[in-house]
């Protein structure tokens, strides 16, 4: 038995890397009042406490929900999609264009590729959390562009990300 509701379990649970920097911070306030080496380790710790907020937030930004539909796998830089509809895989290495598409419920990342059809992943799919790592290990992609589109109201495909040397894409404005 529970005694913490469900929502407040989940909304802890997407704020977990923020809770850890801030046990962290707290130890490393607790041990920079000492003194001699365990005061160095304080201040080492507070450090790695901002450090992980601020990836903390990130990541609890771009964690949208769960429960849609399929499930995502990032293994050894392949991103694995198996949807009621359609799946695949794709390598980061082949990936050429990062889209958003918010014109569906729930909104998908359009993945294309070079030589294969473009992979849609819904966002909320089971396991799509992991795509953050994976879309940040991409050449030159801005992580708050990225976070920010994704928290944009209103509906429309963008553009997040473009390997060099892909020609431009026109996407249609309406």
Request: with cysteine; net charge positive; proline share 6%.
């Amino acid at each position: 038995m529970s005694f913490v509701r469900p929502e407040a379990r989940a909304a802890l649970w997407r704020l977990r890397e923020v809770l850890a920097a801030g046990a962290l911070g707290a130890l490393g306030l607790y041990w920079l009042s000492a003194r001699g080496l365990v005061m160095g380790l304080g201040a080492v710790c507070l450090l790695a406490a901002v450090a992980l907020a601020v990836v903390g937030v990130q990541r609890a930004r771009f964690r949208i929900g769960s429960g849609g539909p399929g499930i995502v796998t990032v293994d050894e830089g392949q991103i694995a999609y198996f949807g009621p509809l359609t799946g695949g895989v794709v390598a980061l290495e082949d990936v050429r264009r990062l889209s958003l598409d918010a014109t569906g419920l729930p909104a998908h990342w359009v993945i294309e590729r070079a030589g294969g059809d473009p992979l849609h992943i819904p966002v909320t799919a089971e396991g799509a959390e992991a795509l953050f790592d994976a879309f940040a290990a991409l050449p030159g992609l801005r992580t708050e562009r990225m976070i920010g589109e994704l928290r944009r109201p209103g509906g429309g495909r963008t553009v997040i990300w473009q390997r060099d040397g892909t020609a431009p894409v026109a996407l249609p404005l309406h």
